[in-house]
């Protein structure tokens, strides 16, 4: 399929085919703008799965989120520790309660809106 393509040798999936893309321009700019347009932001770096490459997600105080897939982790921690935004890896410390509560508001809104149309 043309949605998939074949990782480099020697990657964590030893060559399995996967749906994934690079990280771009778009991306880099996406996560910047989050992070000066919200208070509170920290970084999580997520490990690569089977279909997706290391990926940054940064929650603001409130629990609003956004993820996109970054380079490496090494480049998430250094382009974070640049805008001041802390950052954990997502496999050693979970995520935040308050982005669980943001996702269950925004659910809940989401129902009502239904209902009352």
């Known amino acids: ?11 964590t999936e030893g060559g399995a085919a996967v749906a ?3 990280a771009t321009k778009v991306d880099r700019e996406h996560l910047t703008q989050f992070c000066e347009t ?3 932001v920290e970084g999580f770096v997520e490990p690569p799965t089977t279909v997706s490459s290391v990926t940054l997600l940064l929650v603001a105080k409130d629990g609003e989120w956004t993820r996109r897939r970054v380079p490496s982790a090494q480049w998430a921690h250094e382009f974070a520790n ?3 935004v802390p950052t954990y890896d997502a496999g050693v ?5 308050r982005m669980r509560d943001w996702n269950h508001a925004k659910n809940q809104a ?3 809106r239904r209902r009352s149309s």
């Open 110 to 112: 989401e129902k009502e």
């Open 38 to 40: 919200r208070s509170g």
């Open 1 to 11: 399929m043309a949605w998939f393509r074949r990782r480099k040798a020697g990657r």
């Open 82 to 84: 640049k805008i001041g």
């Open 93 to 97: 410390v979970g995520y935040p309660q």
């Open 20 to 22: 994934d893309r690079a």
